[in-house]
T-cell receptor
Framework: NAGVTQTPKFQVLKTGQSMTLQCAQDMNHNSMYWYRQDPGMGLRLIYY???????DKGEVPNGYNVSRLNKREFSLRLESAAPSQTSVYFC?????????????FGAGSRLTVL | ELKVEQNPLFLSMQEGKNYTIYCNYS?????LYWYRQDPGKSLESLFV?????AVKQEGRLMASLDTKARLSTLHITAAVHDLSATYFC??????????????FGQGTILTVHP
């Protein structure tokens, strides 16, 4: 049982390049999320998907697009990377257990934009 | 807009001492989470607090929630080196369309030294 799997773990891009971060969960969870983590700012929500076929903006969506390909997979795309998008990206999925959400996080993807 | 603030942001503790991390949030919520993150790793769920007055304990860590004051605390008792990590609080968005979204505090970097 792998939980939440993210790829790649590390990536270096040049300004203007595009890339897609992949995320898959094998826990049959409905909701999935993409967060970015920057020093001193905690984790900020980029996009989320409440269920297969739906996506919505979070707190910091500009410069990103997402696709909920199926119930398992939720990808994050940077169409034209900028240095401000240098960050650690975490995918998470959510289950409802005993009256509370339980977020399970992936290992993270460290992105550097030069 | 839900805002979450932690303090202190940096905490250097001696082994054996006690200390408390505070988490204040700005709007009504009845779900408060504490996560731990080791350097270069993902986030691990520590506690889920669901109601006013909730208290949970695990080893040397104890978390509490006061929904009236919009305050949660994470108390560390007799700190040991293994507790060195970054601790985040996160608050669940209220309402039927929250879809499990969380807003995170900035994180508290805890270092325990001899």
């Amino acid at each position: 049982n792998a939980g939440v799997t993210q790829t790649p773990k590390f990536q270096v891009l040049k300004t203007g390049q595009s890339m897609t971060l992949q995320c898959a969960q094998d826990m049959n969870h409905n909701s999935m999320y993409w967060y970015r983590q920057d020093p001193g700012m905690g984790l900020r929500l980029i996009y989320y998907s409440a269920s297969e076929g739906t996506t919505d903006k979070g707190e910091v969506p500009n410069g990103y697009n997402v696709s909920r390909l199926n119930k398992r997979e939720f990808s994050l795309r940077l169409e034209s990377a900028a240095p401000s998008q240098t960050s650690v990206y975490f995918c998470a999925s959510n289950s409802w257990v005993a009256g509370a959400n339980v977020l399970t996080f992936g290992a993270g993807s460290r992105l550097t934009v030069l | 807009e839900l805002k979450v603030e932690q303090n202190p942001l940096f905490l250097s503790m001696q082994e054996g001492k006690n200390y408390t991390i505070y988490c204040n949030y700005s709007t009504t919520s009845d779900r408060l989470y504490w996560y731990r993150q080791d350097p270069g790793k993902s986030l691990e769920s520590l506690f889920v607090l669901l109601s006013n007055g909730a208290v949970k304990q695990e080893g040397r860590l104890m978390a509490s929630l006061d929904t009236k004051a919009r305050l949660s605390t994470l108390h560390i008792t007799a700190a040991v080196h293994d507790l060195s990590a970054t601790y985040f609080c996160a608050v669940g968005h209220a309402g039927g369309t929250s879809y499990g979204k969380l807003t995170f505090g900035q994180g508290t970097i805890l270092t325990v030294h001899p």
